[in-house]
Protein backbone atom coordinates (compact mmCIF):
# COMPACT_ATOMS: atom_id res chain seq x y z
CA UNK A 1 0.00 0.00 0.00
CA UNK A 2 1.04 3.35 -0.56
CA UNK A 3 2.69 6.08 1.50
CA UNK A 4 0.39 9.56 1.60
CA UNK A 5 1.25 12.66 3.21
CA UNK A 6 -2.55 14.79 4.07
CA UNK A 7 -1.65 18.17 4.22
CA UNK A 8 -4.12 20.49 6.06
CA UNK A 9 -4.58 24.38 6.77
CA UNK A 10 -4.20 25.56 10.04
CA UNK A 11 -7.89 25.75 10.54
CA UNK A 12 -10.67 23.20 12.76
CA UNK A 13 -13.40 23.12 10.13
CA UNK A 14 -10.95 21.85 7.23
CA UNK A 15 -8.34 19.76 9.40
CA UNK A 16 -10.68 17.73 11.04
CA UNK A 17 -12.64 16.02 7.67
CA UNK A 18 -8.68 15.86 6.23
CA UNK A 19 -7.58 13.91 9.50
CA UNK A 20 -10.76 11.87 9.17
CA UNK A 21 -9.90 11.19 5.50
CA UNK A 22 -6.71 10.81 6.86
CA UNK A 23 -7.19 8.04 9.77
CA UNK A 24 -9.50 6.53 7.02
CA UNK A 25 -7.09 6.06 4.39
CA UNK A 26 -4.82 4.31 7.40
CA UNK A 27 -7.39 1.84 7.89
CA UNK A 28 -7.32 0.78 4.52
CA UNK A 29 -3.75 0.04 5.39
CA UNK A 30 -2.14 2.82 3.81
CA UNK A 31 1.43 4.54 5.46
CA UNK A 32 -0.22 7.86 6.41
CA UNK A 33 1.25 11.16 7.54
CA UNK A 34 -0.83 14.06 8.42
CA UNK A 35 0.63 17.53 7.87
CA UNK A 36 -0.78 20.53 9.75
CA UNK A 37 0.28 23.07 12.89
CA UNK A 38 1.43 21.59 15.80
CA UNK A 39 -1.79 22.82 17.49
CA UNK A 40 -3.40 20.20 15.66
CA UNK A 41 -1.14 17.20 16.66
CA UNK A 42 -3.57 15.91 18.59
CA UNK A 43 -6.06 15.04 15.40
CA UNK A 44 -3.38 12.77 14.13
CA UNK A 45 -3.31 10.64 17.14
CA UNK A 46 -7.25 10.62 17.84
CA UNK A 47 -6.58 8.88 13.76
CA UNK A 48 -3.88 7.06 14.32
CA UNK A 49 -1.71 8.39 11.85
CA UNK A 50 1.53 9.71 11.73
CA UNK A 51 1.89 13.62 12.39
CA UNK A 52 4.38 16.22 10.67
CA UNK A 53 4.46 19.67 11.59
CA UNK A 54 3.66 21.91 8.99
CA UNK A 55 2.54 25.71 9.18
CA UNK A 56 1.06 26.68 5.52
CA UNK A 57 -0.32 29.93 6.19
CA UNK A 58 -0.04 33.27 9.08
CA UNK A 59 -3.65 32.92 10.37
CA UNK A 60 -5.24 30.25 12.29
CA UNK A 61 -8.38 28.47 14.11
CA UNK A 62 -8.20 26.16 16.40
CA UNK A 63 -11.81 25.49 17.05
CA UNK A 64 -12.81 29.02 18.60
CA UNK A 65 -11.54 31.47 16.19
CA UNK A 66 -11.74 34.44 18.93
CA UNK A 67 -9.55 32.21 21.16
CA UNK A 68 -7.07 31.32 18.37
CA UNK A 69 -3.87 32.89 19.55
CA UNK A 70 -3.35 35.13 16.24
CA UNK A 71 -1.13 38.13 15.63
CA UNK A 72 -2.38 41.86 15.95
CA UNK A 73 -2.89 42.27 12.10
CA UNK A 74 -4.93 39.11 11.85
CA UNK A 75 -6.96 39.74 15.10
CA UNK A 76 -7.76 43.45 13.78
CA UNK A 77 -8.84 41.33 10.52
CA UNK A 78 -11.27 38.95 12.05
CA UNK A 79 -12.80 41.99 13.71
CA UNK A 80 -13.43 43.76 10.02
CA UNK A 81 -14.83 40.82 8.84
CA UNK A 82 -17.23 39.84 11.71
CA UNK A 83 -18.34 43.98 11.61
CA UNK A 84 -18.94 42.91 7.58
CA UNK A 85 -21.14 40.37 8.30
CA UNK A 86 -23.19 42.65 9.95
CA UNK A 87 -23.93 44.68 6.93
CA UNK A 88 -25.08 41.98 5.03
CA UNK A 89 -23.44 39.20 1.86
CA UNK A 90 -22.02 41.52 -0.31
CA UNK A 91 -20.31 43.25 2.16
CA UNK A 92 -18.77 40.10 3.59
CA UNK A 93 -17.76 38.50 0.95
CA UNK A 94 -16.21 41.90 -0.51
CA UNK A 95 -14.14 41.83 3.15
CA UNK A 96 -13.05 38.17 2.42
CA UNK A 97 -12.00 39.89 -0.95
CA UNK A 98 -9.99 42.61 0.34
CA UNK A 99 -8.33 39.94 3.10
CA UNK A 100 -7.29 37.50 0.18
CA UNK A 101 -6.01 39.89 -2.42
CA UNK A 102 -3.64 41.50 0.70
CA UNK A 103 -2.55 37.81 1.90
CA UNK A 104 -2.90 35.88 -1.60
CA UNK A 105 0.13 34.29 -1.48
CA UNK A 106 1.65 34.14 2.21
CA UNK A 107 5.34 32.76 2.21
CA UNK A 108 5.44 30.69 -0.84
CA UNK A 109 8.64 29.54 -0.74
CA UNK A 110 8.85 28.81 3.03
CA UNK A 111 5.94 26.60 1.86
CA UNK A 112 7.89 25.10 -1.16
CA UNK A 113 11.49 24.00 1.11
CA UNK A 114 9.37 22.81 3.50
CA UNK A 115 7.68 20.44 1.17
CA UNK A 116 10.80 19.82 -0.35
CA UNK A 117 12.16 18.18 2.99
CA UNK A 118 9.21 16.25 3.83
CA UNK A 119 9.26 14.46 0.55
CA UNK A 120 13.43 13.99 0.65
CA UNK A 121 12.56 12.75 4.32
CA UNK A 122 9.09 10.43 4.14
CA UNK A 123 9.12 9.80 0.40
CA UNK A 124 5.04 9.45 -0.05
CA UNK A 125 4.12 8.34 -2.52
CA UNK A 126 1.42 10.95 -3.17
CA UNK A 127 -0.25 13.82 -1.43
CA UNK A 128 -3.39 14.97 -0.36
CA UNK A 129 -4.36 18.34 -0.33
CA UNK A 130 -6.55 21.14 0.99
CA UNK A 131 -8.27 22.53 -2.28
CA UNK A 132 -7.83 25.84 -0.35
CA UNK A 133 -4.29 25.39 0.79
CA UNK A 134 -3.30 27.19 -2.41
CA UNK A 135 0.71 27.52 -1.82
CA UNK A 136 0.62 23.77 -0.65
CA UNK A 137 -0.72 22.84 -4.41
CA UNK A 138 1.61 25.28 -6.36
CA UNK A 139 4.24 24.01 -4.24
CA UNK A 140 3.26 20.83 -5.58
CA UNK A 141 2.77 21.64 -8.95
CA UNK A 142 6.06 23.01 -9.28
CA UNK A 143 8.01 20.10 -7.83
CA UNK A 144 6.48 17.87 -10.16
CA UNK A 145 4.97 15.89 -6.98
CA UNK A 146 1.74 13.70 -7.52
CA UNK A 147 -1.46 14.88 -5.50
CA UNK A 148 -4.92 14.27 -4.74
CA UNK A 149 -7.04 17.51 -4.04
CA UNK A 150 -9.72 17.44 -0.79
CA UNK A 151 -12.49 20.17 -1.71
CA UNK A 152 -13.73 20.71 1.96
CA UNK A 153 -16.85 22.89 1.04
CA UNK A 154 -18.97 23.88 -1.72
CA UNK A 155 -18.00 22.07 -4.79
CA UNK A 156 -17.80 25.32 -6.69
CA UNK A 157 -14.68 25.81 -4.84
CA UNK A 158 -12.82 24.07 -7.93
CA UNK A 159 -13.82 26.44 -10.76
CA UNK A 160 -15.72 24.76 -12.86
CA UNK A 161 -15.54 26.96 -15.94
CA UNK A 162 -14.02 30.74 -17.34
CA UNK A 163 -17.27 32.66 -15.93
CA UNK A 164 -16.77 31.08 -12.45
CA UNK A 165 -15.08 33.46 -9.93
CA UNK A 166 -13.90 32.44 -6.64
CA UNK A 167 -15.80 34.37 -3.98
CA UNK A 168 -18.73 34.82 -5.66
CA UNK A 169 -21.59 31.93 -5.11
CA UNK A 170 -22.72 29.94 -7.94
CA UNK A 171 -26.40 30.64 -6.86
CA UNK A 172 -27.86 32.31 -4.03
CA UNK A 173 -30.52 31.84 -1.43
CA UNK A 174 -34.16 33.17 -2.45
CA UNK A 175 -34.02 35.79 0.47
CA UNK A 176 -30.49 36.79 0.10
CA UNK A 177 -30.42 37.48 -3.48
CA UNK A 178 -28.34 41.09 -4.21
CA UNK A 179 -28.84 43.48 -6.43
CA UNK A 180 -27.30 43.67 -9.70
CA UNK A 181 -25.11 46.37 -9.22
CA UNK A 182 -24.16 44.64 -5.95
CA UNK A 183 -23.57 41.77 -8.10
CA UNK A 184 -21.47 43.27 -10.02
CA UNK A 185 -19.28 44.96 -7.95
CA UNK A 186 -18.61 41.73 -6.22
CA UNK A 187 -17.75 39.88 -9.62
CA UNK A 188 -15.21 42.57 -9.79
CA UNK A 189 -13.37 42.27 -7.31
CA UNK A 190 -13.42 38.39 -7.55
CA UNK A 191 -11.56 38.90 -11.30
CA UNK A 192 -9.40 41.36 -10.27
CA UNK A 193 -8.09 39.13 -7.23
CA UNK A 194 -8.24 36.04 -9.71
CA UNK A 195 -5.99 38.09 -12.14
CA UNK A 196 -3.33 39.40 -9.29
CA UNK A 197 -3.27 35.70 -7.85
CA UNK A 198 -2.53 34.41 -11.25
CA UNK A 199 0.19 36.38 -11.94
CA UNK A 200 1.54 35.62 -8.69
CA UNK A 201 1.62 32.06 -9.35
CA UNK A 202 2.76 32.48 -12.81
CA UNK A 203 6.03 34.72 -11.64
CA UNK A 204 6.70 31.94 -8.74
CA UNK A 205 6.73 28.68 -10.94
CA UNK A 206 9.05 31.04 -13.15
CA UNK A 207 11.52 31.43 -10.89
CA UNK A 208 11.05 28.14 -8.91
CA UNK A 209 10.13 26.05 -11.06
CA UNK A 210 11.32 27.34 -14.75
CA UNK A 211 10.90 23.80 -16.35
CA UNK A 212 7.93 22.83 -15.57
CA UNK A 213 4.17 23.51 -17.16
CA UNK A 214 2.91 26.83 -16.04
CA UNK A 215 0.79 26.33 -13.32
CA UNK A 216 -2.24 28.73 -15.39
CA UNK A 217 -5.25 29.89 -13.50
CA UNK A 218 -4.45 29.91 -10.17
CA UNK A 219 -7.72 29.83 -8.54
CA UNK A 220 -8.66 26.61 -10.77
CA UNK A 221 -5.48 24.75 -9.93
CA UNK A 222 -6.15 21.44 -8.31
CA UNK A 223 -5.19 17.53 -9.00
CA UNK A 224 -5.29 16.30 -12.56
CA UNK A 225 -5.71 12.51 -10.79
CA UNK A 226 -8.61 13.02 -8.33
CA UNK A 227 -10.34 15.58 -6.29
CA UNK A 228 -12.50 14.45 -3.44
CA UNK A 229 -15.62 16.58 -2.73
CA UNK A 230 -16.67 16.43 0.82
CA UNK A 231 -20.76 16.48 -0.25
CA UNK A 232 -23.22 15.23 -2.26
CA UNK A 233 -23.14 14.97 -5.87
CA UNK A 234 -26.35 17.12 -6.27
CA UNK A 235 -27.07 17.26 -10.16
CA UNK A 236 -27.93 20.59 -10.08
CA UNK A 237 -24.50 21.50 -9.53
CA UNK A 238 -21.93 23.10 -11.80
CA UNK A 239 -20.16 20.36 -13.89
CA UNK A 240 -16.27 20.01 -12.90
CA UNK A 241 -14.04 20.45 -16.20
CA UNK A 242 -13.04 17.03 -17.23
CA UNK A 243 -9.98 15.12 -16.18
CA UNK A 244 -9.47 13.78 -12.66
CA UNK A 245 -11.73 11.11 -11.02
CA UNK A 246 -14.41 13.20 -9.16
CA UNK A 247 -15.68 11.74 -5.91
CA UNK A 248 -18.46 12.83 -3.54
CA UNK A 249 -18.51 10.98 -0.47
CA UNK A 250 -21.48 12.98 0.81
CA UNK A 251 -20.22 13.43 4.14
CA UNK A 252 -16.67 13.32 5.75
CA UNK A 253 -17.82 12.56 9.73
CA UNK A 254 -16.38 9.76 11.44
CA UNK A 255 -18.34 7.29 12.77
CA UNK A 256 -19.22 5.97 15.84
CA UNK A 257 -19.01 9.45 17.30
CA UNK A 258 -19.94 8.69 20.96
CA UNK A 259 -21.89 11.62 23.51
CA UNK A 260 -20.24 10.85 26.21
CA UNK A 261 -21.63 10.60 29.67
CA UNK A 262 -21.72 14.15 30.72
CA UNK A 263 -23.51 15.36 27.56
CA UNK A 264 -26.16 12.31 27.79
CA UNK A 265 -27.23 13.93 30.86
CA UNK A 266 -27.45 17.29 29.81
CA UNK A 267 -29.66 15.95 27.16
CA UNK A 268 -32.03 14.07 29.59
CA UNK A 269 -32.42 17.48 31.51
CA UNK A 270 -33.29 19.15 28.55
CA UNK A 271 -35.85 16.52 26.81
CA UNK A 272 -37.36 16.73 30.24
CA UNK A 273 -38.32 20.33 30.68
CA UNK A 274 -39.15 20.70 26.08
CA UNK A 275 -40.01 17.54 23.85
CA UNK A 276 -37.66 18.71 20.60
CA UNK A 277 -33.73 19.32 21.15
CA UNK A 278 -32.40 22.17 18.67
CA UNK A 279 -28.78 22.49 18.16
CA UNK A 280 -27.77 25.89 17.52
CA UNK A 281 -24.24 26.81 16.30
CA UNK A 282 -22.79 28.57 13.84
CA UNK A 283 -19.26 27.64 12.99
CA UNK A 284 -16.13 28.44 14.49
CA UNK A 285 -15.25 31.90 13.99
CA UNK A 286 -19.18 33.18 13.83
CA UNK A 287 -20.19 32.07 17.19
CA UNK A 288 -18.82 35.67 17.88
CA UNK A 289 -22.46 37.27 16.40
CA UNK A 290 -23.74 36.53 19.66
CA UNK A 291 -26.54 39.19 18.38
CA UNK A 292 -27.91 36.08 16.15
CA UNK A 293 -27.67 33.46 18.82
CA UNK A 294 -29.52 35.53 21.13
CA UNK A 295 -32.41 36.48 18.49
CA UNK A 296 -32.28 32.57 17.73
CA UNK A 297 -32.99 31.44 21.62
CA UNK A 298 -35.24 33.83 22.13
CA UNK A 299 -37.51 33.09 19.53
CA UNK A 300 -37.05 29.41 20.26
CA UNK A 301 -37.96 29.84 23.79
CA UNK A 302 -41.02 32.09 23.42
CA UNK A 303 -42.29 31.31 20.51
CA UNK A 304 -42.66 27.34 21.37
CA UNK A 305 -43.10 25.30 24.71
CA UNK A 306 -42.20 21.85 23.47
CA UNK A 307 -38.78 22.46 22.28
CA UNK A 308 -35.38 23.05 23.80
CA UNK A 309 -31.83 24.00 23.06
CA UNK A 310 -28.18 23.39 22.90
CA UNK A 311 -26.08 26.75 21.90
CA UNK A 312 -22.56 26.20 20.84
CA UNK A 313 -21.43 30.16 22.01
CA UNK A 314 -17.60 30.11 21.59
CA UNK A 315 -15.88 32.93 23.08
CA UNK A 316 -19.79 34.77 23.87
CA UNK A 317 -20.74 32.15 26.14
CA UNK A 318 -20.22 34.87 29.31
CA UNK A 319 -22.25 37.23 27.17
CA UNK A 320 -25.44 34.52 26.39
CA UNK A 321 -25.07 32.95 30.28
CA UNK A 322 -28.25 34.72 31.01
CA UNK A 323 -29.91 32.38 28.60
CA UNK A 324 -28.99 29.19 30.43
CA UNK A 325 -31.65 27.56 32.21
CA UNK A 326 -33.73 24.36 32.63
CA UNK A 327 -34.43 24.37 28.40
CA UNK A 328 -31.39 25.86 27.52
CA UNK A 329 -27.62 24.36 27.15
CA UNK A 330 -25.05 27.43 26.52
CA UNK A 331 -21.53 25.99 26.09
CA UNK A 332 -18.31 26.98 24.80
CA UNK A 333 -18.04 24.27 22.30
CA UNK A 334 -20.09 21.42 21.57
CA UNK A 335 -19.66 18.04 19.64
CA UNK A 336 -21.72 18.77 16.88
CA UNK A 337 -21.37 15.10 15.08
CA UNK A 338 -22.48 13.24 18.19
CA UNK A 339 -25.13 15.58 19.04
CA UNK A 340 -26.67 15.54 15.72
CA UNK A 341 -28.11 12.15 16.08
CA UNK A 342 -29.93 13.14 19.20
CA UNK A 343 -31.59 16.50 18.51
CA UNK A 344 -34.66 17.10 16.00
CA UNK A 345 -33.25 19.96 14.13
CA UNK A 346 -30.30 22.12 13.95
CA UNK A 347 -29.78 26.00 13.27
CA UNK A 348 -26.41 26.55 11.38
CA UNK A 349 -24.21 28.90 9.15
CA UNK A 350 -24.43 26.98 5.85
CA UNK A 351 -20.82 25.51 6.37
CA UNK A 352 -19.99 22.51 4.26
CA UNK A 353 -19.51 20.25 7.51
CA UNK A 354 -22.73 21.15 9.28
CA UNK A 355 -24.50 20.89 6.23
CA UNK A 356 -23.13 17.69 5.22
CA UNK A 357 -23.28 16.43 8.81
CA UNK A 358 -27.04 17.33 9.40
CA UNK A 359 -27.36 15.34 6.12
CA UNK A 360 -25.72 12.14 7.41
CA UNK A 361 -27.65 12.08 10.91
CA UNK A 362 -31.21 12.82 8.91
CA UNK A 363 -31.76 16.55 10.51
CA UNK A 364 -33.24 19.00 8.92
CA UNK A 365 -31.84 22.68 9.60
CA UNK A 366 -32.61 26.24 9.62
CA UNK A 367 -29.96 28.07 7.88
CA UNK A 368 -28.13 31.34 8.16
CA UNK A 369 -25.48 32.05 5.53
CA UNK A 370 -23.08 34.98 6.20
CA UNK A 371 -19.86 34.33 4.27
CA UNK A 372 -17.38 32.69 2.27
CA UNK A 373 -19.44 29.59 0.37
CA UNK A 374 -22.64 29.57 2.96
CA UNK A 375 -25.14 31.05 0.88
CA UNK A 376 -23.89 28.27 -2.55
CA UNK A 377 -24.28 25.42 0.53
CA UNK A 378 -27.62 27.08 1.68
CA UNK A 379 -29.08 27.13 -1.64
CA UNK A 380 -28.66 23.91 -1.67
CA UNK A 381 -30.11 23.41 1.58
CA UNK A 382 -33.48 25.22 0.03
CA UNK A 383 -33.21 23.40 -3.20
CA UNK A 384 -32.63 19.58 -2.07
CA UNK A 385 -35.50 20.09 0.52
CA UNK A 386 -32.99 19.93 3.85
CA UNK A 387 -33.57 23.22 5.46
CA UNK A 388 -35.40 26.37 4.93
CA UNK A 389 -32.81 29.84 4.65
CA UNK A 390 -33.48 33.01 6.92
CA UNK A 391 -31.31 36.19 6.76
CA UNK A 392 -29.25 36.19 9.83
CA UNK A 393 -29.48 39.90 9.29
CA UNK A 394 -32.73 40.71 9.13
CA UNK A 395 -33.91 37.72 11.65
CA UNK A 396 -37.00 38.49 13.93
CA UNK A 397 -37.55 36.00 16.82
CA UNK A 398 -40.95 34.84 15.70
CA UNK A 399 -39.05 34.09 12.05
CA UNK A 400 -37.06 31.21 13.82
CA UNK A 401 -39.84 28.92 15.50
CA UNK A 402 -42.14 29.26 12.10
CA UNK A 403 -39.49 28.16 9.99
CA UNK A 404 -38.68 25.30 12.41
CA UNK A 405 -42.80 24.35 12.58
CA UNK A 406 -41.78 24.33 8.47
CA UNK A 407 -39.36 21.56 8.52
CA UNK A 408 -40.54 19.60 11.01
CA UNK A 409 -43.80 19.46 9.19
CA UNK A 410 -42.55 19.46 5.66
CA UNK A 411 -39.29 18.65 5.12
CA UNK A 412 -38.41 15.30 7.72
CA UNK A 413 -39.06 13.02 4.90
CA UNK A 414 -37.29 14.44 1.96
CA UNK A 415 -34.55 14.35 4.84
CA UNK A 416 -34.58 11.30 5.72
CA UNK A 417 -34.59 10.12 2.15
CA UNK A 418 -31.40 12.34 1.58
CA UNK A 419 -29.50 10.49 4.75
CA UNK A 420 -30.13 7.27 2.88
CA UNK A 421 -28.40 8.29 0.20
CA UNK A 422 -25.80 10.29 1.50
CA UNK A 423 -24.84 7.36 4.26
CA UNK A 424 -23.77 5.16 1.45
CA UNK A 425 -20.29 7.10 1.16
CA UNK A 426 -18.31 8.47 3.80
CA UNK A 427 -14.67 8.74 4.63
CA UNK A 428 -14.02 4.91 4.82
CA UNK A 429 -15.95 5.25 1.03
CA UNK A 430 -13.82 8.00 0.19
CA UNK A 431 -10.38 6.21 1.04
CA UNK A 432 -11.08 3.27 -0.47
CA UNK A 433 -11.98 4.95 -3.77
CA UNK A 434 -9.23 7.33 -3.65
CA UNK A 435 -6.54 4.50 -3.16
CA UNK A 436 -7.88 3.07 -6.35
CA UNK A 437 -7.84 6.38 -8.53
CA UNK A 438 -4.42 7.27 -7.62
CA UNK A 439 -3.37 3.89 -7.63
CA UNK A 440 -4.43 3.69 -11.35
CA UNK A 441 -3.50 7.41 -12.16
CA UNK A 442 0.11 7.80 -10.32
CA UNK A 443 3.19 6.10 -10.38
CA UNK A 444 6.40 7.34 -8.69
CA UNK A 445 10.18 6.15 -9.78
Excluded at 43 to 60: D, I
Excluded at 200 to 212: H, I, K, M, T, V
Amino acid sequence: MPRVVVVSPPFMSHARPLSVLAGALGLQGADVHFACAPAFEDLARQEGVGFVPLSVTRNANTGVAEATQQDAQEAARLREFLDATREGAVSALLAQARHRRADMLADPDGVFDALRSIDRELRPDWYVVDQLSYPVTLALHCLGLPYASFCPGHPSYVLADPDALFGVPYDWPDVLRPAPGRLRELRTAARQNDEAFTALFEAFARRRAPSRPAPGRAFALSSPHAVVHAYPPFPWLPKPPQGPARLFTGHMAADPDPLGAEWEARLRRLRGNGGRLVLVALGTFLSARDDVLRTIVTGLLDGTRDASVVVAAGERTAALADLAGDRVEVARSVPQRALLDHVDAMVHHGGGNSFTECLRAGVPAVVLPFSSDQFSVARDAERSGAGVVLDPNALSPDEVPAALETVWATLEPRVSALAESVGQHGPRWAAGELLAAMGARVSRT
